[in-house]
Each structure stands twice: as structure tokens, then as C-alpha cells.
């Protein structure tokens, strides 16, 4: 069973184009971008197609209640939220449907194996924000979001933006490693207190996944060569996992590496005072390398790869003597 990493879990920096007085030169860039982004989008809608194949799927949008009414279900079966805290309902879902914004399912015959929901984002027609996405089948989840990849394209989007939670490792391969988007903000308790199985009432820190559409290394990861970062020799462990504790240490290097948790869910219940512990040892380290402007190349052997921003100071992470939890 997987959780898609969207809830609880793509809003991007701006991007901007200039503006001329020419009307033919208007007219000349107009023609080459939407034939460029024909072109990437039929080469998306390939790819999204493999995978649905492969994973043994079919992918369609959704407009009817009793299609909303099955994601309600199977989001259940994966984050068990109480009553009241759903990832989504069915009264949104129409709404953002029957406004044309995404709304997809993943589908093994007539039985519904995973789903995804998404708004447009700021800036209008450039970006769309997936708001939620899981799936019980293996393979289904990569397949929706080729979907939605292709499905943006096709209406001249550049990028999907979603958070996740940094602690949890196999959300972050999936998303760095396997689709080839990046962190671009930490956000501190994003969703506020969270009641589900998953999250399990642990503070709710987010990443904003920033995933750039066309992008060589989201081309080439959408065509099954996942990205993996390059990592020098010289790299600093920014936090290392001891004993299933993280320790935290001086960030001196130019390429940090921040580890996390192998298995963050189980360990909110296992030991609650580990998990979080690792929850505000990310949250000082990687919150604090981004927020002084470090950026994250990527996702590799269980750590972030971060590549400090040029000039910074060296300095020592908070509690680099060790981070431990009640």
C-alpha cells in the first residue's frame, strides 16, 4: 500500500516572461512555445501511457459522485483519517472537477486502485498544485502522476507542485528519485495538528516539491532512468542516523547530507520520542540549510543531498552534540 505523498503531505516561484510592443514577434515566440509544448506533450502522454501498461492500470478523470465516493474509500484504506479530518471530500471533488481542474483515477478493471486530485496554482496558467495522491497497487501511484504530468502539459502548464513529509524516506525517493521534482521551501507545521494512522498526531513539517515538467532530468525519470544526484567524496553529514537516533553535526562542506528515518510511520509508534526527535532534527538542519538559501540537488541512500548556498558562513547545527527525544 502506498501513500502518494500529496496529503499531508506541488505554491512555486514565479516565472516570468517579458512583454513586446511587435505584434509579429508576439505572434512568432506564441507559435514556437505552443508547438513546443505539443511536442512535450505528446511525448508525456507516451510515457504516461508505459506506465499505466506497466503497472497494469487504466487512468481516466472523474466527474460522477459514486467515482468520488470510491476515492473517498480507498484514501480511507490508506490513511485511516478520522471522520472529520478526510484528505478530501466528495462535495470538493465535484467542485474541482466540474471546474476543470484534475480529478483522475487509477483503475484495475472496474476496481479503483488509486486516485489523485489537483487545483490550478498562481501563477494563473502556469502551474497546478496536486493537492492529494494515493494507491493500494504498486506502480499505479508513478502511473497517475505521468498522467498528471501529461495532462498539465497538454494545457501549457511547466509545473506540479505538491508537499510531502521530509521525514518520510520513501515518499522523498519516490519524488526525487522516481519523478525528478525538488524541495524548494521547508514548511514548519504546514497542515497543522493532522489525526490519521499515518501521520499519527506528529508535527506536520512539509517540503514543497517543485516538479519542473520538462526538465531533463523529469524527462529522463519519467522514461524509468531515475535521478540520482551526484554526491562528492568531500560531502558532510549534516545528520546521521545512530542507533535509529539522529544525530546532528557542524555544517561546514559545500554538500550537506541530511538522513532521515528509515521507517518514520512505524516509528511514531514504536517510540514516539525518536520520531520526534528526527522531527525537529530535520526541521534545524534541512529547514535551516534552505532557509538560508541552500538548495537540494536530489535524494540518494537515504539522505537529501544539499548544496549550501555560495558564501555562506560555516556553521554548527543546533544540538551538534546529538539529538534525542523524550
Same mark, same amino acid.
Given at each position: 500500500m502506498t501513500g502518494g505523498g500529496d496529503h499531508g @503531505?506541488? @505554491?512555486? =516561484? @514565479?516565472?516570468?516572461?517579458?512583454?513586446? =510592443?511587435?505584434? %509579429?514577434?508576439?505572434t512568432v515566440v506564441d507559435t514556437v512555445v505552443d508547438t513546443a509544448a505539443e511536442t512535450t506533450g505528446t511525448a508525456a502522454d507516451t510515457a504516461a501511457a508505459e506506465a499505466a501498461a506497466r503497472s497494469g492500470v487504466r487512468i481516466r478523470e472523474l466527474h460522477d459522485i459514486p467515482d468520488f465516493e470510491r476515492v473517498v474509500r480507498v484514501f480511507d484504506e490508506i490513511w485511516h483519517p478520522e471522520p472529520h479530518n478526510p484528505p478530501i471530500t466528495v462535495e470538493l471533488m465535484r467542485a474541482l472537477s466540474h471546474a476543470g481542474n484534475y480529478v483522475a483515477g487509477a483503475f484495475d478493471g472496474d476496481t479503483l486502485v488509486g486516485a489523485s486530485v489537483g487545483f490550478f496554482a498562481a501563477p494563473a496558467g502556469e502551474a497546478?498544485?496536486?493537492?492529494?495522491?494515493? %494507491?493500494? *497497487?504498486?506502480?499505479?501511484?508513478?502511473?497517475?502522476? !505521468?498522467?498528471?504530468? %501529461?495532462? =498539465?502539459? *497538454? *494545457?501549457?502548464?511547466?509545473?506540479?507542485?505538491?508537499?510531502?513529509?521530509? !521525514?518520510? *524516506?520513501?515518499?522523498?525517493h519516490f519524488n526525487l528519485a522516481k519523478l525528478g521534482a525538488l524541495p524548494e521551501e521547508y514548511l514548519p507545521e504546514f497542515y497543522g495538528p493532522m489525526a490519521d494512522a499515518v501521520n499519527a498526531d506528529d508535527e506536520s513539517d512539509r517540503v514543497l516539491a517543485v516538479w519542473r515538467l520538462d526538465a531533463p532530468r523529469v524527462v529522463r525519470a519519467c522514461g524509468f532512468a531515475p535521478y540520482l544526484p551526484e554526491v562528492p567524496g568531500d560531502a558532510v553529514r549534516g545528520i546521521s542516523d545512530e542507533g535509529g537516533r539522529p544525530i546532528a553535526r557542524a555544517v561546514d562542506g559545500r554538500v550537506i547530507l541530511v538522513a532521515v528515518p528509515e521507517d518514520v510511520e512505524t516509528l511514531r509508534h514504536a517510540d514516539p520520542g525518536a520520531a520526534k526527535a528526527w522531527r525537529h532534527a530535520v526541521r534545524e538542519v534541512l529547514g535551516g540549510l534552505m532557509d538560508g538559501g541552500a538548495r537540494v540537488t536530489g535524494f540518494a541512500g537515504g539522505h537529501y543531498v544539499v548544496l549550501t548556498a555560495p558564501g555562506r558562513p560555516p556553521g554548527v547545527t543546533p544540538g551538534s552534540a546529538g539529538v534525542g527525544g523524550a
Open positions: @503531505a506541488p @505554491a512555486p =516561484a @514565479a516565472e516570468t516572461t517579458g512583454t513586446t =510592443a511587435d505584434t %509579429a514577434v508576439d497546478l498544485h496536486s493537492h492529494v495522491t494515493g %494507491a493500494v *497497487r504498486r506502480g499505479a501511484g508513478f502511473a497517475l502522476k !505521468l498522467h498528471q504530468r %501529461a495532462w =498539465a502539459l *497538454r *494545457r501549457g502548464l511547466r509545473r506540479i507542485t505538491w508537499t510531502f513529509d521530509p !521525514l518520510v *524516506r520513501r515518499n522523498a
